[in-house]
């Protein structure tokens, strides 16, 4: 199959964009897709609507396992530019350029059809459900991608804004950890002429609002990223005749070290329950979205650099150490040897998770140059 079949591949994929954890129809035409170039073995279902194609040996064969990840999930971002190939579903696009992760692997399946592992086996994934955190967990979790023991592990991701074609790889950390917290604090509401009678929590909750944002300020001496991030507060109700009985404030906290996260969790949850008994009040918390750091192994990192010089591509470090938004890839990549690098997808590129983004076809192939080395590289490297 030649270039321009792979952009059909990724437009028909574009189409089908569906929301995380609901990837049906895409997971299905993956799979459907990926018999064409006969793998081995083909697992579905797994983690939720994963698709798993293994080409090469059979599990028990010597050599090693290298898995390459793509992500099936969209963004619940409506398409509003005038695109050919514009997404179906109402409300959700590919705005993160997952349509061409996929389409890159499809290249992969292609190439590995032609050139079929000497030893060892080679697993293209596509995972569900890597915006909301839970997908990679959710595979790593499934025995039967457990049984493939991944003995290295590798994903990339198109970056808006570097030079197209650019691979961006560091050992250590590439994306910060992150995670999301609901903290709600419940009083007694009272006539708002007498507020004496009732418990609010208005001071708390702007305590709350002030404490969080200056929970970082201790580990900014170590030059290390550290943030929290205020993303909603709520307070009581627009009723003019009554006081406040409820509030919410959420946040996301992120950092570039595993630990200093968890110490960032743990003083954040001591912040609100300070606060709540400070002003009698019950207080109840509730974390979701949570990515750890995505930890580059450094000879997963070096056997990226090596792939993308014999692939013809440019090799640069990334301007952010690490990237502060979070990727789930992290679960994946703590299975054995992993890295994650970047791919720049154009100086002039719609950032991701905008409504004008689309993925540039032109870094279909590059994707596919670099990713095929790679597999045979992590072969090879046993
Ligand atoms: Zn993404």
Redesign the pocket.
């Known amino acids: 199959m030649s270039a321009p079949d792979l952009a059909q591949l990724r437009r028909h994929l574009h189409r089908l964009a569906e929301p995380s954890g609901a990837e049906t129809a895409t997971a299905a035409w993956v799979a459907e897709t990926l018999r064409v170039w006969a793998p081995s073995r083909l697992l579905t279902g797994l983690g939720g609507h994963g698709v798993a194609a293994v080409f090469g040996a059979p599990d028990a064969a010597p050599g090693p396992t290298v898995v390459l990840r793509a ?1 099936l999930d969209a963004l619940p971002i409506p398409e509003t530019i005038d695109l050919g190939h514009a997404s179906r579903t109402a409300g959700c696009a590919h705005k ?3 349509d061409g992760h996929m389409a890159i692997l499809l290249g992969v399946a292609r190439e590995l059809a032609a050139r079929p592992p000497g030893r060892g086996r080679v697993v293209l994934l596509f995972q569900p459900a ?2 909301t955190g839970e997908g990679a967990a959710r595979v790593a979790a499934d025995p039967r991608f457990r049984a493939l023991e991944p003995a290295w592990l590798f994903a990339l ?1 198109n970056l808006p804004g570097y030079p197209r074609g650019t691979v961006l790889v560091r050992a250590g950390a590439f994306c910060a950890g992150s995670a999301g917290l609901t903290v709600r604090l419940v009083g007694a509401t009272s006539h708002a002429a007498y507020p004496e009678q009732g418990r609010s929590p208005d001071r708390a909750m702007a305590d709350l609002v002030t404490g969080l944002a200056c929970l970082p300020i201790p580990f900014e001496r170590h030059n290390e990223l550290c943030l929290v991030t205020v993303v909603h507060a709520r307070l009581g109700s627009p009723r003019f005749g009554t006081t406040p009985g409820d509030a919410e404030v959420a946040a996301t906290l992120r950092a570039a070290d595993g630990g200093v996260l968890e110490r960032l969790k743990q003083e954040a949850a001591a912040l609100a329950g300070r606060l709540a008994r400070t002003h009698g009040l019950d207080c109840t918390l509730a974390w979701s979205e949570e990515f750890p750091v995505t930890w580059n192994d450094p000879q997963a990192a070096a056997l990226v650099t090596d792939a993308a010089k014999a692939a013809g591509l440019t090799v640069d470090a990334p301007d952010e150490s690490p990237f502060r938004w979070s990727e789930d890839f992290g679960v994946l990549a703590a299975l054995g040897r992993g890295a994650m690098f970047g791919l720049g997808a154009g100086r002039q590129q719609p950032a ?1 998770h905008a409504e004008r983004y689309d993925f540039p076809d032109a870094l279909l192939e590059p994707g596919v140059a670099v990713m095929a080395a790679l597999a045979h590289r992590a072969l090879a490297a046993g």
């Open positions: 992500e993160c350029g997952h890597e915006e991701h991701l």
